[in-house]
């Protein structure tokens, strides 16, 4: 059972319109929610993230909306460029104790931007 | 900074071969995973290590053994090989338990002929 939901499978966009990922989760006790970028023949990287404890986080072009009532979140990409073409990674973590924390990944979307 | 180097980068096996993935972090990080990655599946963890010594099972362990021989290394090994074997196992590591940041290698590409 996939947790971690992500949407759309693959998104193609313009160059300098805004992309908009969607994820969604089930469970009401993941209290943080990182993004990770991924280009090809790399490993994912921490892009920007987000605790449950906040709506919105912004860094530089990018932006996390995150609705904790819906279990939902998003990340926006304003001006998108080129270079933003990747796989786009939604997680969520449990902050659990006795250290066994780990992250739950949704299945990816596929960012491709036109220049 | 640091990296994470994981070797080989591509491995070939036979069905029913036992095949070893290995992982070093040169960040001095306490915990270190194992995810395969699967088109279309996103990440799916298989083993983690809180800390030296410490060994703990994921979601997609049946099928895999692993090792954390010292703190900068973690192996995995495929124990049978199967013919729908193949996927990317990528290696992380983060500073300690929470997990908040994790730090990637580029990956072993696993083929099973």
């Known amino acids: 059972q996939q947790q971690v939901r992500q949407s759309p499978q693959s998104l193609t966009v313009w160059e300098g319109e805004t992309a908009i990922l969607n994820c969604s989760y089930e469970?009401?006790?993941?209290?943080?929610f990182p993004w990770y970028q991924q280009f090809p023949g790399e490993g994912p990287a921490l892009l920007i993230s987000i605790l449950s404890v906040s709506d919105k986080k912004e860094d530089g072009r990018f932006t996390i909306f995150f609705n904790k009532r819906e279990k939902k979140l998003s990340l926006h990409i304003a001006d998108s460029q080129p270079g933003d073409s990747a796989t786009y990674f939604c997680?969520?973590?449990?902050?659990?104790?006795?250290?066994?924390?780990?992250?739950?990944f949704g299945q990816g979307t596929v960012l491709s931007v036109i220049p | 900074g640091g990296i994470i180097t994981q070797t080989p980068k591509f491995l070939i096996g036979q069905e029913g071969q036992k095949l070893t993935l290995k992982c070093q972090q040169n960040f001095n990080h306490d915990t270190m995973y194992w995810y395969r990655q699967d088109s279309g599946k996103g990440l799916r963890l298989i083993y983690y290590?809180?800390?030296?010594?410490?060994?703990q099972k994921g979601d997609l362990s049946e099928g895999y053994d692993a090792s954390r021989e010292k703190k900068s290394s973690f192996s995995l090994t495929v124990t049978s090989a199967q013919k729908n074997e193949m996927a990317v196992f990528l290696c992380?590591?983060?500073?300690?338990?929470?997990?908040?940041?994790?730090?990637f290698g580029s990956g072993t590409r696993l083929t099973v002929l």
């Open positions: 469970n009401s006790a993941f209290d943080y």
């Open positions: 992380a590591s983060s500073i300690d338990w929470s997990a908040e940041t994790l730090y």
């Open positions: 290590s809180i800390t030296e010594n410490d060994l």
């Open positions: 997680a969520a973590r449990v902050l659990a104790t006795g250290g066994n924390n780990k992250l739950t």
